[in-house]
Every structure is written in C-alpha cells, then in structure tokens.
C-alpha cells in the first residue's frame, strides 16, 4: 500500500486517482501528525510526502517515521514546490528519503518511480522468503542429522544390551550342563528367550522404519473381530506383566475390515508403553467404543504423564521424552511406527496427558479401511 501525505486536498485527490488508475492500493494523510498516526498502524511500501506541511513537515515526519522499527525499511519519496535548492535535496536524502521530485510532478516519472520501488519491494520480500525458507531448511536437515547420530548410538546400545545378556546365559548354560543341573538350565534358557524375543522386538521395528521410509510398508486387510483381537491381547499381555491388571471397557458388536496384524501391533505397543511408564501402579484402562463410522480405542495409563509442550511431537520418528529417556529404554520408534500405521488405515492417532496423572494414547480408523496413504 502507498501512502500519500499533502495539506492540499486536490493534491492528494489527483495523485490518489492517478495511482489508482495503475492499479495501486493507496490511503491518504493530510498532515504529518496524521500520517504518523497511520504509519504506526498499517504497513505501507511507499510513502510519497510532500516537504512543506504547517506543523510537521516532510523532513520531521521522515526522520519520525525512520525511528519506527517497523516502518523503517519504508521508501520515501519527497515532494516540493519551493525548495529545489541543493542543501534542501541533500536534507531530504538525510532524513530517511529515498527520492527527492520537485513540483509541478511529472506524473510520468512519479509512475515510473512508484513501480520501481514496488520492484524493488517485492524483489526483496521474495528474497526475505527465500533466505527464511533455506534456513529452516537448513536448521531441519540440522535436527534430522542430529536425530539420526542420536538413534544410531541409541540402537546400537540397545541392540548390544539384549546380545551380551543371551551371551551371558550360553555361558551360564554351559557351566550347569556340565554340573547335571537342569532346574538351573531350565531358569537360564527362559531368560535368555526374553532377551532375544527383545532382540527380536528390536530388528522388527527397524525393518518397519525400512519399510515405512521405501514405501514397502504393506497390509493384508480383512474382516476381523476386534473384540476377540482385544481379549486375546489381553491374555498375552498379563503372561507378560502379571503383576499388571488390563481392564477393558466397551464392546464392538460388528467386525472390522483393517490389517489384523498392524492393529495389534499398534494396540501392543501403546499397552506396552503404559506398563512401561508406569512404575508403581498396576492397572491401566483399554477402552473401545464406536463413533459414528470409525472405531475409537484408547489405552489409559496412571504413570508418569507428559509435559504438554511435549505432547505434539511424541509420534515423530526418532523421538524421545528426555526426562523418560534417561530411565527407560527405547528406540524411540514405537510411537511413530503405530502413527503410520494408523494414517494409512485412514485414522488419526492422539495423545491426551497430565504430568504425573497418567496418559491416555489412542486413535480411531474407519470400520472399513480402504486407504493406504504413502
């Protein structure tokens, strides 16, 4: 938008017509202490200012305006009748004018001028946009780098732990063969299963972080009773953690056509992280319920809670809450794993927390999912 500030009603009509005519947004001032008033509140490319104004002239007005740090990058032309002297010039150029035109105006050159500036503007307003587009760029490609070096030591910390602890208990075995003592073997062979079913957990989710990011993730989708998949779930689960009560609450009365496997493994997975994150408490809620055309399933856990800043970014990939980061184990891949799972079932995946009253992970798919989004 221009500004056109003149004490001279029919100056200022003029001028407003003819830029108008070109196409050009313009507002108007007739005086200096009004002018100041608009620049404070609007954002204006080009103010063309006339010099001598009673009260404030254009000289005041400029050096003003050039104290305003939103305004000070504002062209400025001057416009004068009177002082075509060069000292006068020279004072326009010094009190934050970019062009100095005398009167009478050749509307010509005050045309060629205005759209100038306007190239001008524009070419720097694109260059602004292309210099903060690169450096968020950059700064992405900085965090992603630095999320990259952080899961490489983290997976290969935990890839190490569960392979030194199985071959610990080989060669624990091997001692109590030899002694004939099969309780103790018996006790040795069970752990060392749990460490490579661990293992096993770990290079899964890895391929699946391979898969997601070559577009291979694939889904064999059929119908299925999500209420048996839910009981069933439930029974492996209190094997696993008995000590862990799992109340389920809400009944489907209609199957479901999704990929059996990957709603599991989600379902898994969030259960998995309430056990995990809550220390101290033995029970978490599994609820289920329909909506409209999409089934809604929500794991309620009574743990640790997490920070609201840090609720956004729980699903994206290689991340990990740091206070939890520090006591528990994880690739940090989980989440972001079900999360794609979940949008290429056509749903939503969400989180609702509370620092130190728990959490609730969900998500809702369609009842029919036929979408498989890359």
């Not at 063969?177 to 099969?182: A, H, L, Q, V």
């Amino acid at each position: 938008m221009i500004l056109i500030v003149d004490d001279t009603p029919e100056n200022l009509i003029s001028l407003k017509k003819v830029l108008e005519r070109h196409h050009f947004e313009v507002d108007t001032a007739s005086s200096g202490e009004e002018a100041l008033k608009k620049v404070l509140k609007k954002a204006y490319v080009l103010i063309i200012l006339d010099v001598q104004m009673p009260g404030m002239d254009g000289f005041e007005v400029a050096e003003a305006i050039s104290g305003f740090s939103k305004a000070k990058e504002t062209a400025i032309i001057f416009l004068s009748a009177a002082n075509t002297e060069l000292n006068f010039i020279t004072k326009g150029y010094s009190s934050g004018g970019l062009d100095y035109i005398t009167k009478p105006v050749d509307i010509n050159i005050l045309l060629l001028k205005v759209k100038t500036f306007y190239q001008i503007y524009e070419q720097s307003r694109k260059l602004i946009e292309v210099q903060k587009s690169l450096l968020e760029e950059i700064e992405f490609r900085k965090q992603a780098e630095r999320k990259k070096d952080e899961f490489i030591s983290i997976a290969s910390h935990e890839l190490k732990t569960p392979l030194t602890s199985v071959k610990g208990y080989v060669q624990l075995l091997e001692r109590s063969i030899d002694k004939g003592d099969i309780p103790t073997v018996k006790k040795h062979l069970k752990k060392a299963q749990l460490q490579l079913d661990k293992l096993n957990e770990l290079i899964a989710d890895l391929l699946d972080i391979s898969k997601i990011e070559s577009g291979k993730l694939k889904f064999n989708k059929k119908y299925f009773n999500l209420n048996d998949l839910l009981d069933s779930i439930i029974e492996v689960m209190h094997q696993s953690s008995p000590d862990f009560k799992i109340i389920k609450n809400g009944h489907l009365d209609r199957d479901i056509f999704a990929d059996e496997m990957r709603i599991e493994q989600v379902i898994v997975n969030f259960l998995t992280n309430a056990i995990k994150y809550a220390p101290g408490t033995n029970e978490v809620h599994l609820n289920v319920e329909a909506q409209d055309d999409t089934v809604r399933i929500a794991v309620r856990d009574f743990g640790i809670g997490i920070d609201a800043d840090q609720q956004h970014s729980v699903f994206e990939k290689f991340y990990r809450v740091e206070e939890t980061a520090i006591h528990f184990q994880g690739l940090g891949i989980g989440l972001y794993i079900s999360a794609e799972i979940i949008r290429r079932h056509g749903g939503q995946v969400g989180v609702a927390s509370e620092l130190g009253e728990g959490s609730e992970f969900y998500f809702n798919i369609p009842f029919i999912s036929t979408i498989e989004a890359d």
